[in-house]
């Protein structure tokens, strides 16, 4: 068991690491699509992410979508990306979907410049709050875990509450952040975290992120905000399950989410047994980094995509 998480951790950090080659990228882009990234991937088109919403939101699964893209470094681009989550929404409000958007700050022009990544976040928030929609911020590195937090707590000084963002428990700080956060009665997702990060920031063992995000949870759910649970370890939710209960919490306090493609089974399941489940549907054609941090989850998923090579 040690021998096989040691394993585990080693290949994550080899394959997060490859993610940066050119080569390996050229190589995965060409032929991912087809080898397997559509196991995780709702598809290249906004069409091809609202048909796969629709089928979740038909077996009793909430939704939300993502427009792949990340590290944008043009003024320009970001506008594109701001045009097309309104149209993302206005489809959502339109086709009546459990449905909501989750972006990330660095694709609305966080590497260029922090004012411009808020103005278009805050206009992003104008058009979901008008169409009665939640909007989550995702959380990427840990060099933008200040900003992200800055951004967030600048959208609810602006009277903006149906927002919410993510709080990763690999991340030494994340107790502090977490304490500095629950008097806003926030929207918090609750991940382990998906990024290669420093020993000197993140806790570099599986065991310690486990106990850590337990702790987190525990926290998160007696806080007063509301928490999405966003993992796929089975003791996690039926942690998550057995404090509620022992607690008292509602279940209109907290959901579940998973990852398309992720333990949907388990996504089922759950929902037969009363529980709020929500499932993050990513699109676009920009799917190469989101793939890798999958595969970096479960190195046992490179074996998926080289049966489907062979084949
Ligand atoms: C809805 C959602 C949103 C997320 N948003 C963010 C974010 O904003 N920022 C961020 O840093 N991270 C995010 N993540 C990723 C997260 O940080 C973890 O990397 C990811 O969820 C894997 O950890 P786990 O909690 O499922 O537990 P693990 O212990 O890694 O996995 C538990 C079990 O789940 C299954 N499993 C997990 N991952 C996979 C996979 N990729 N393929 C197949 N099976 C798998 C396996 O059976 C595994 O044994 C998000 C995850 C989810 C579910």
Redesign the pocket.
């Known amino acids: 068991m040690a021998a096989r998480a040691t394993l585990n951790a080693v290949s994550r950090k080899a394959i997060l690491a490859a993610a940066d080659s050119a080569r390996v990228q050229r190589f995965v882009q060409t032929h991912g699509m087809r080898l397997g990234a559509a196991r995780f991937v709702a598809g290249e088109t906004l069409d091809d992410s609202i048909a796969a919403l629709r089928r979740l939101n038909e077996q009793g699964l909430h939704a939300n979508t993502t427009l792949l893209g990340e590290a944008v470094h043009d003024e320009a681009t970001t506008k594109a990306v701001v045009a097309e989550y309104e149209e993302v929404m206005r489809r959502i409000a339109e086709e009546k979907l459990n449905a909501n958007v989750a972006l990330k700050l660095t694709h609305l022009g966080l590497d260029v410049d922090e004012e411009l990544a808020y103005a278009n976040v805050k206009q992003l928030a104008e058009h979901a709050t008008g169409l009665g929609q939640f909007m989550r911020i ?2 990427e590195q840990s060099a933008y875990v200040d900003p992200t937090l800055r951004v967030y707590r600048r959208l609810r000084e602006d009277g903006l509450d149906r927002v919410g963002t ?1 709080l ?1 428990a690999y991340l030494y700080r994340t107790p502090d952040d977490l304490d500095a956060l629950l008097p806003l009665a926030p929207n918090l ?1 609750l ?5 290669l990060e420093a020993p000197e920031i993140a806790y570099p063992q ?1 065991t310690d992120v486990d106990a850590m995000y337990a702790r987190l949870l525990e926290r998160m759910l007696s806080g007063g905000g509301y928490t999405a649970i ?4 089975e003791a996690l939710i039926d942690h998550a399950i057995a404090y509620a209960k022992a607690h008292g919490i509602e279940r209109d306090r907290f959901e579940f ?3 398309y493609g ?2 949907s089974q388990l996504q089922l399941d759950l929902v037969r047994r009363g529980y709020k489940v929500l499932v ?1 549907t990513p699109y676009g054609p920009e799917w190469y980094p989101y793939l890798m941090r ?1 595969l970096g ?2 190195p046992a ?1 490179l074996l998926f995509f080289v049966r489907n090579a062979l084949r």
């Open positions: 995702d959380m993510v990763q997702r991940v382990k975290g998906a990024y599986k966003a993992t796929h370890d989410q998973m990852l992720v333990r993050a999958r989850e479960r998923n």
